[in-house]
């Protein structure tokens, strides 16, 4: 999103994110939250609930995951607290209202609500048409066929995903982070780090390439 | 399908952060890709850790209530039937879902363009190419990005040959020779940043009609 400059004042663009996937566990909840970590099955599980019986307490684990986590997103992608915590609201009103579209043999929990993030954010920049050419679902047409244990794929995919983000350089992992995950210009984080236009390319490039190669296609 | 786009492209695009333009070109390859479509879903999943790994901001109070209460206002979610498929570029009537086209124009000999019509934004223009088997258009340095869609028929140039749902994502620094291949028209979607004042080869004979 390059017509958008970016906030810096939210810290994480100093961290490389393996380092916060294995500090994950540490985080701080907010106060009124289930304090154990939830594993992506279990994720997975509480979306079921939502889709099975409109599982209200599975909502409300859902939400307490991840809205501040959403939140936290949004905003790091210079969006005001207030507004990010709006679309954050929204984010989780969709989950309950699509829940029975996910599949978790196509999609883990936090990749399939990172979508409807993206594509609430993208919706709040008034680009409905764009987030409705991203809604990739609606462009499968075939079912894929259904692995022995979907639940033990879940966890596979997360593992490789970490193992994927694990095999990048620190350098190459805060430069995905900052420009895809951040959105920040390749300008921005070219000043931020003091490197020439040219090695931020490069090193998304290469970061982009070699996460491609670990993670395979995820399917 | 031979030509993809970068992985990057298509990591920023399952990132959410491609302007619309280039968004609509890569969607357009990436509905016609499965290769491609399991690359985007591979990038999603790295969106999915990084929010996981993101530090938490707390809600306000009562936030979560606030969530239930509009719960109680929703009708009881039905299960929704499995969605038709819904390719971007409906290739029997050449057209593109949900855009507004403009009239195909006359550009040169063997040659038009229609605009599509996006929100511009960040300086990038969307428009549809069509031209006839065996022209050749002259050499063109790429002075901003181009991403280019094939939609039907095929062109050549110095990377290969681009038939239907190729996509070629050239460098700044790219210069190509393309020609028509033999056989078909050729329909292209074309994503281009630059600025107000276009440059290039294709810049320079389009820029009549995209005067602001
Ligand atoms: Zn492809």
Redesign the interface.
């Known amino acids: 999103?390059?017509?958008v400059n970016w906030q810096n004042g939210l810290?994480?663009g100093a961290h490389p994110?393996g380092l916060?996937?294995k500090?994950?566990k540490l985080?701080?909840?907010?106060?009124?939250t289930d304090l154990r970590v939830k594993s992506p099955a279990e994720l997975a599980r509480l979306i079921e609930a939502v889709?099975a019986r409109?599982d209200?307490d599975a909502?409300?684990a859902l939400?307490?995951h991840?809205?501040?986590?959403?939140?936290?997103?949004l905003?790091?992608s210079n969006l005001p607290?207030a507004a990010?915590?709006e679309l954050?609201?929204e984010a989780?009103?969709t989950v309950?209202?699509k829940?029975?579209?996910f599949d978790r043999q196509?999609?883990?929990?936090?990749?399939?609500?990172?979508?409807i993030?993206?594509?609430l954010?993208?919706d709040s920049a008034?680009?409905e048409?764009?987030a409705?050419?991203?809604d990739?679902?609606?462009?499968?047409?075939s079912e894929p066929p259904a692995p022995p244990d979907a639940e033990l794929l879940a966890s596979e995919?997360?593992q490789r995903?970490?193992a994927?983000?694990d095999h990048l350089t620190d350098e190459q992992r805060r430069v995905?982070?900052l420009?895809?995950?951040d959105?920040k210009a390749h300008g921005d984080i070219a000043t931020e780090l003091e490197l020439p236009l040219g090695t931020v390319k490069s090193r998304?490039?290469l970061a982009?390439?070699r996460?491609?190669d670990v993670?395979?296609?995820?399917? | 399908m031979r030509h993809h786009p970068?992985?990057?492209t298509?990591?920023?695009?399952?990132?959410?952060?491609?302007?619309?333009g280039r968004?609509?070109v890569v969607?357009?390859h990436?509905?016609l890709c499965a290769?491609c479509?399991?690359?985007?879903?591979?990038?999603?999943?790295?969106?999915?850790?990084?929010?996981?790994?993101?530090?938490?901001?707390?809600?306000?109070d009562g936030?979560?209530e606030?969530?239930?209460a509009?719960?109680d206002r929703?009708p009881?979610?039905v299960?929704?039937a499995k969605?038709?498929?819904?390719?971007?570029w409906q290739a029997e009537q050449e057209t593109l879902l949900?855009?507004d086209l403009g009239p195909w124009r006359w550009v040169s000999p063997g040659l038009h363009y229609r605009a599509v019509k996006?929100?511009e934004?960040?300086g990038t223009r969307v428009f549809m190419l069509k031209a006839v088997p065996g022209l050749k258009i002259p050499a063109h340095a790429h002075t901003g990005t181009e991403l280019t869609c094939v939609l039907k028929g095929a062109f050549i140039h110095e990377g290969g040959r681009y038939a239907a749902g190729d996509c070629d994502d050239a460098d700044q620094d790219d210069v190509h020779n393309p020609m028509i291949d033999e056989g078909e028209v050729c329909i292209c979607l074309v994503a281009m940043q630059g600025n107000i004042e276009l440059t290039g080869f294709f810049g320079r004979m389009i820029q009549p009609f995209i005067r602001i």
């Open positions: 999103m390059q017509a810290e994480q994110a916060l996937l500090a994950g985080h701080d909840r907010p106060a009124q889709a409109q209200r909502f409300v939400f307490d991840f809205a501040p986590r959403i939140k936290a997103f905003m790091r607290a990010a915590e954050a609201q989780l009103l309950w209202r829940a029975s579209q196509r999609a883990g929990a936090s990749s399939w609500i990172f979508a993030a993206r594509n954010r993208i008034r680009r048409m764009r409705k050419v991203l990739l679902e609606a462009n499968e047409d995919r997360e995903v970490r994927a983000l995905v982070r420009s895809f995950f959105g998304i490039r982009m390439n996460l491609r993670l395979g296609d995820l399917t | 970068k992985n990057e298509l990591a920023a695009f399952a990132a959410g952060q491609l302007d619309e968004a609509l969607a357009t990436v509905s290769e479509r399991g690359a985007v879903a591979a990038f999603e999943a790295v969106g999915g850790e990084m929010l996981n790994s993101v530090e938490p901001v707390a809600m306000s936030a979560r606030h969530a239930l509009l719960l929703e009881s979610p299960a929704p969605p038709a498929p819904r390719p971007v949900g855009y996006t929100p934004v960040g």
